[in-house]
Structure formats: structure tokens, C-alpha cells
Nanobody, 116 residues
Framework: QVQLVESGGGLVQPGGSLRLSCAAS????????MAWYRQAPGKQRNLVAT???????NYVDSVKSRFTISRDNAKRMVYLQMNSLKPEDTAVYYC??????????WGQGTQVTVSS
């Protein structure tokens, strides 16, 4: 069983920055592919960024060069550094862990609001 707890969301002005954190429980965290998703009001949940156990990353085009995903396996943490935030980045951000067994775990989400 893996539990994920996100933190770091909040209200920020356009052009500002936030760093989201995802704390994971479970001894097999290091083998998981970790990801950040987001869901805006009335829209479906969409992938933002992924990071493999080896540190390879991938991003959706709309956040490339602005967002950075990283992980610290020793601390069982995943991060999403978000810079140059735009109003369209406003959403609930979710952390996800996926394992080769097919099991998937989600956090409860953290709200990010970009507004002046």
C-alpha cells in the first residue's frame, strides 16, 4: 500500500512560482513511475509531467520550460517546480504513483490558483 500526500499549493499572481511536494509512504517508492496531473473545474484530469525511477522526465507541451519535476528517492518525495505561472495553470494538482504490477495510487490533490 502506498499513500501520497501533496502540499505546496496556493494562490499566486501570474508570472509567479510555486513548488508542489508529494510525500510517499511505502518501501518500494523508488521503483515507481511518479507523475503530476491536474484537473481544472469542469474538465478532465490531464497529465502534466512524469519521472521514472531512473530520473527520466517528460512534460506536456504547455508546461515545457516552465515546470520541472524531480524526485528524492531517499526522502520518498516528488516535487513539481512551477515557474512563470499563468491563469490557465489554475487547477487541482494530483500526485500519482504507478508500478509495474499495474497498481496505481493517487494523492488527494492540492489547489493551485493563478490570479491577480
Amino acid at each position: 500500500q502506498v499513500q501520497l500526500v501533496e502540499s505546496g499549493g496556493g494562490l499566486v499572481q501570474p508570472g509567479g512560482s510555486l513548488r508542489l511536494s508529494c510525500a510517499a509512504s511505502g518501501s518500494i517508492f523508488s521503483s515507481a513511475v511518479m507523475a503530476w496531473y491536474r484537473q481544472a473545474p469542469g474538465k478532465q484530469r490531464n497529465l502534466v509531467a512524469t519521472i521514472t525511477s531512473g530520473g527520466s522526465t517528460n512534460y506536456v507541451d504547455s508546461v515545457k520550460s516552465r515546470f520541472t519535476i524531480s524526485r528524492d528517492n531517499a526522502k520518498r518525495m516528488v516535487y513539481l517546480q512551477m515557474n512563470s505561472l499563468k491563469p490557465e495553470d489554475t487547477a487541482v494538482y494530483y500526485c500519482k504513483a504507478a508500478f509495474v504490477t499495474g497498481k496505481v495510487y493517487w494523492g488527494q490533490g492540492t489547489q493551485v490558483t493563478v490570479s491577480s
